[in-house]
């Protein structure tokens, strides 16, 4: 169990897990990295906070972190760890199930903040799915992320990407080999950036509207780094991926 006194390492499989990333990233891409995490919070405790637009992005960011010199622990759909070889490497690695939809979801956030207070860096995905805006651009996000960072007190670092989507298409393995061989040929661009962390501090856990105040913040944080990424693609994408379905729902609304 991950205490205060017991910090928690990454293990050889996970630190290997990512120099594998980062080869197969150089394979189908050409990923820029910028911005960084700051050193005195490399080790932890640290809460990753990204975008998510497409099933190549858990590699992208595997090997992004590599690159930005620290090893996160990943939230991570119980799919995954259900898989006979993945989940067994998703378990060793340290990764955290999130059964989304489910009563269970609950514990993942208790392991998240167990995970944080033990000084883990942790890799979650604030809008809880890869998102289905037009113009693939952050969606509202659920509220778990923002009551992990209050309840632990733990900093948020926003992280935006984007190139991913022209890698592997949204209905991933459905035309995983023609999405291979494109990339192999075109070999886009995807880029990472590490942002600043957000400013929480003058939230309370717990009190009414908090959670709801710091997530829209940390998507904001989100949304504000990733349009320098995308300077030529401000409103829709220029991929599009024909699988990929639309819904509006969740629009966010950028704060004034």
């Keep these: 169990m991950d205490t205060a006194h017991s910090r928690w390492r990454p293990p050889l499989i996970w630190r290997a897990a990512q120099l594998l990333a980062r080869a197969a990233v150089g394979a189908l891409a050409r990923l820029e990295v910028t911005g960084e995490v700051p050193a005195h919070l490399r080790r932890g405790p640290l809460v990753l906070a990204a975008n998510h637009i497409s099933p190549f992005d858990p590699i992208v960011l595997a090997a992004a972190t590599r690159a930005a010199g620290v090893a996160p622990r990943f939230m991570a759909t119980g799919g995954l760890f259900r898989a006979p070889v993945v989940g067994a490497a998703m378990r060793r690695a340290g990764h955290i199930r999130v059964e989304r939809g489910t009563s269970a979801v609950h514990k993942a956030l208790d392991d998240a903040a167990a995970a944080v207070a033990g000084g883990s860096v942790i890799l979650v995905y604030p809008e809880g799915r890869i998102g289905l805006d037009p113009g693939l651009w ?60 957000v400013v929480l501090t003058d939230l309370t856990y717990g009190t009414p509207g908090a959670a709801r105040r710091g997530t829209d913040r940390i998507i904001d944080a989100i949304t504000d780094i990733l349009a320098p990424l995308r300077p030529d693609e401000p409103d829709r994408p220029r991929h599009v991926d024909p699988g990929r379905p639309v819904d509006t729902s969740r629009a966010h609304r950028r704060r004034r």
Excluded: D, M, N
Excluded at 145 to 161: E, N
């Design 138 to 197: 952050p969606e509202r996000g659920k509220t778990g992320v923002a009551r992990l960072a209050l309840a632990c007190g733990a900093p948020v670092l926003p992280v935006a990407q984007w190139g991913s989507h022209e890698v592997l298409p949204y209905r991933t393995p459905k035309g995983l080999l023609p999405g291979i061989a494109r990339a192999l040929l075109r070999r886009p661009v995807v880029r990472v950036h590490f942002g600043t962390p």
